[in-house]
């Protein structure tokens, strides 16, 4: 125990290089059949909840490499599309083992990001939202979670298009641009509606869906990235993709 704790600390003050060597040494000292995953990816994120909560929860790591000593993290303010993940992670660790501890850093996690509830000039409000708050809420029915999902699915909501059907996934001067991506937004729109008795974000949610599945797959049931439309008349412009093969 001793020497497992003197590990912890040691990777803690050496950042994702102390993380690789404790994953070393969990692996050796382990067997695989008797290797508590949950346990240790319980230990890493409280090492790096510690790091964070150093830091005032003003940013979260957002992207990292295994031969990197540190985290690239998202500039304040807690904007970044990847900053649900943080938070999320901890609901799901309460999920499999609830306790006081893992409670409290989900919450101080979650709780920074309520500002993303009133963004309208992104979709991945859906994205940040539902990964905590939205967690959160179904987790454990705390009402003060649901003003803010229901304040980021009016967001969400702002960048609807009745003519397109659809919600704008990424901003421009030219076309009217729907990713393939934005299908994981309409979770916040179907919770809230659900929750609210609202039958316009429903048929928001049910239209964008429909929309997608006649216009982004393939003959082959591959999809494409992006559909760019006329926001004038909702026609396709083109179709392609921006990232991915």
């Given at each position: 125990m001793i020497v497992f704790s003197y590990f912890i600390y040691y990777s803690y003050h050496c950042g994702m290089a102390g993380?690789?060597?404790?994953?070393?040494?969990?692996?050796?000292?382990?067997?695989?059949?008797?290797?508590?995953?949950?346990?240790?990816?319980?230990?890493?994120?409280?090492?790096?909840?510690?790091?964070?909560?150093?830091?005032?929860?003003?940013?979260?790591?957002?992207?990292?490499?295994?031969?990197?000593?540190?985290?690239?993290?998202?500039?304040?303010?807690l904007i970044g599309f990847t900053n649900g993940f943080f938070p999320g992670i901890f609901w799901n660790l309460l999920e499999i083992n609830a306790t006081e501890n893992i409670l409290k850093m989900a919450t101080d996690l979650t709780l920074p990001l309520a500002p993303f509830a009133n963004l309208t000039d992104t979709h991945d409000v859906g994205f940040v939202i539902m990964s905590s708050f939205g967690h959160g809420y179904?987790?454990?029915?705390?009402?003060d979670y649901l003003p803010v999902?229901?304040?980021?699915?009016?967001?969400?909501?702002?960048?609807?298009?009745?003519?397109?059907?659809?919600?704008?996934?990424?901003?421009?001067?030219?076309?009217?641009?729907?990713?393939?991506?934005?299908?994981?937004?309409?979770?916040?729109?179907?919770?809230?509606?659900?929750?609210?008795?609202?039958?316009?974000?429903?048929?928001?949610?049910?239209?964008?869906?429909?929309?997608?599945?006649?216009?982004?797959?393939?003959?082959?049931n591959s999809t494409y990235h992006v559909v760019?439309?006329?926001e004038t008349d909702g026609s396709v412009i083109r179709k392609y993709t921006a990232q991915g093969k």
């Open positions: 993380l690789l060597l404790l994953t070393v040494i969990l692996t050796i000292f382990g067997s695989v059949t008797n290797f508590n995953i949950i346990g240790y990816a319980n230990v890493q994120y409280t090492l790096l909840y510690y790091q964070y909560r150093d830091m005032s929860f003003k940013t979260y790591p957002c992207l990292g490499y295994p031969l990197q000593s540190y985290w690239t993290v998202s500039p304040p303010p179904r987790l454990l029915k705390n009402p999902i229901i304040t980021a699915a009016r967001s969400l909501s702002s960048r609807y298009s009745p003519i397109v059907r659809c919600t704008r996934s990424w901003n421009s001067q030219q076309g009217y641009l729907v990713i393939i991506d934005n299908m994981m937004n309409l979770e916040l729109l179907f919770e809230a509606a659900n929750l609210t008795n609202n039958q316009t974000l429903y048929n928001m949610a049910w239209q964008h869906t429909n929309r997608t599945m006649y216009e982004h797959f393939r003959p082959d760019e439309y006329n």
